[in-house]
């Protein structure tokens, strides 16, 4: 590991070769961090940090109860990110994240006229049933994640680094809500699906979280070392090999493609984009990155498949009125491709 980093990071950034190794240890003892407060969640608090490696954002997608809220909350507590909570209702509008002009102290005992942030301003963002605000609300918190900046009367205001959106929604529940197009879901990084826990996993949770057990989260990393571990990601070696099966990955995902089985070709609706396949190399990068390597395979864009393209496809009707899971499909063409 000491020889491939050396020669990688040498040539690639000024961080020194053994800060770069204290910052994956305190990555892997943020990690360590997190699954004591979300217990029995390995892959869900992994894909987390992949996204935090990337810079991206995510939507959490479970039922209530299953900890998406408590998730957010101690990732913000461990990373030292400055954490804001915004809960999406009907009545929401865009001002109410973004800020707005009023009055605002200035600091003379009287008041002036000026910009006063909205709780967009935060390094890490909770963004609590975003599917209950309407559209035009949503689009309000998805430009900023998009662009980093917020647009008021005319001027524009830059958001902290890092910025991160962590966007939590109830897929079963339908009143009152505005489902996120395909464009909109297309602006997060990574998707992700909470099932519900096994009996194993229950028992370590009503253990762990009785009301005398329950310990607050220690901050272990800062927004500083943050920058740095995405800039170390940044810099993963990805073989051209990989690169390549990536790009027919892609392109055998396209509608009427002929290097697609039969079974994609039916299913398939819309293709994975280009900026499907940026995310996809980030992510296997991270993901190599948090298994202590410092190049790429293609276990790591396997392992990260459905959590960063599942979201990105769309299937016809036909398809699911068979109940047929885009999971399955997306690691059938990849292989298929390989």
Not at 203 to 227: F, I, K, N, S, Y
Request: hydrophobic share 40%; with cysteine; aromatic share 6%.
């Amino acid at each position: 590991m000491r020889e491939v980093a050396t020669e990688r990071y040498d040539r690639t950034t000024d961080i020194e070769l053994a800060d770069a190794e204290h910052l994956v240890a305190r990555l892997a003892a943020a990690h360590a961090e997190v699954g004591k407060a979300f217990v029995g969640g390995g892959s869900t608090v992994r894909d987390l940090f992949i996204a935090l490696l990337c810079g991206g954002h995510t939507l959490l997608e479970g039922a209530p109860g299953l900890g998406k809220t408590l998730l957010a909350h101690t990732m913000g507590k461990v990373t030292g990110l400055t954490f804001s909570r915004v809960q999406f209702t009907p009545d929401l509008m865009p001002s109410d994240i973004t800020g707005a002009i009023t009055l605002v102290p200035d600091g003379r005992g009287g008041n002036s006229i000026g910009f006063q942030p909205g709780p967009i301003f935060a390094q890490l963002v909770l963004a609590d049933e975003i599917n209950r605000a309407t559209p035009k609300t949503q689009s309000a918190l998805l430009e900023a994640m998009q662009e980093g900046t917020v647009t008021v009367a005319g001027e524009t205001h830059a958001l902290p680094r890092p910025f991160l959106v962590i966007a939590t929604q109830n897929p079963i529940e339908l009143d009152g809500t505005y489902l996120l197009p395909e464009a909109q879901l297309d602006r997060f990084f990574f998707k992700v699906n909470l099932d519900y826990p096994g009996p194993d996993t229950l028992r370590q949770v009503l253990d762990v979280h009785r009301v005398d057990d329950v310990g607050e989260p220690q901050q272990v990393l800062a927004a500083d070392e943050v920058l740095k571990l995405q800039e170390l990601r940044a810099n993963i070696a990805v073989p051209s090999q990989v690169v390549e099966r990536v790009v027919r990955l892609l392109h055998a995902s396209q509608p009427g493609s002929v290097t697609a089985p039969t079974e994609w070709r039916e299913a398939s609706q819309l293709g994975i984009s280009p900026r499907g396949g940026q995310m996809l190399i980030r992510a296997a990068q991270a993901h190599a990155f948090i298994s202590g390597r410092f190049h790429a395979s293609y276990e790591d864009v396997e392992a990260v498949l459905v959590p960063t393209l599942g979201h990105r496809i769309r299937l016809t009707y036909r398809a699911d009125a068979r109940d047929a899971d885009a999971t399955d499909l997306l690691l059938g063409l990849w292989r298929h491709v390989g």
